[in-house]
């Protein structure tokens, strides 16, 4: 079985490229370069992980972990950030965070 990975990436060639290693690793990847391409892929598909660049367009990343979080994926989120505030990486590590505490929670099983 493969772990299935969603890469959300809207620089073309950093998007590819990590596309490319994961699939060189053996992992299931697809590839999609804006935040509301994201919401559609993981709406039809599960993927195991989402690989999630927050300064996307059409739809913030933040936003689409918060939509993530709020319907239930199941996903495990890898934020991706250029950001160098401290306030804005703390505030997307904590949307990243609930993912994984929701998922292990007891009321989750």
């Not at 999609?32 to 994201?38: I, M, Q, R």
């Not at 950030?81 to 292990?104: F, I, N, P, Q």
Request: proline share 3%; aromatic share 4%; with cysteine.
């Amino acid at each position: 079985m493969h772990v299935r990975v969603l890469v959300v990436e809207d620089h073309l060639v950093l998007a590819n490229r990590i596309g490319e290693g994961l699939d060189k690793a053996g992992f299931a990847v697809d590839v999609v370069y804006d935040g509301a391409a994201a919401l559609e892929s993981t709406a039809s598909t599960d993927y195991d992980v989402v690989v999630l660049d927050r300064d996307l367009p059409t739809v913030h990343g933040d936003r689409v972990c918060r939509l993530l979080v709020r319907n239930g994926s199941p996903s495990r989120i890898l934020m991706l950030t250029a950001a160098t505030d401290v306030e804005d990486r703390v505030d997307g590590w904590s949307w990243a965070l609930m993912t994984t505490s929701a998922s292990r929670s007891p009321s989750a099983s």
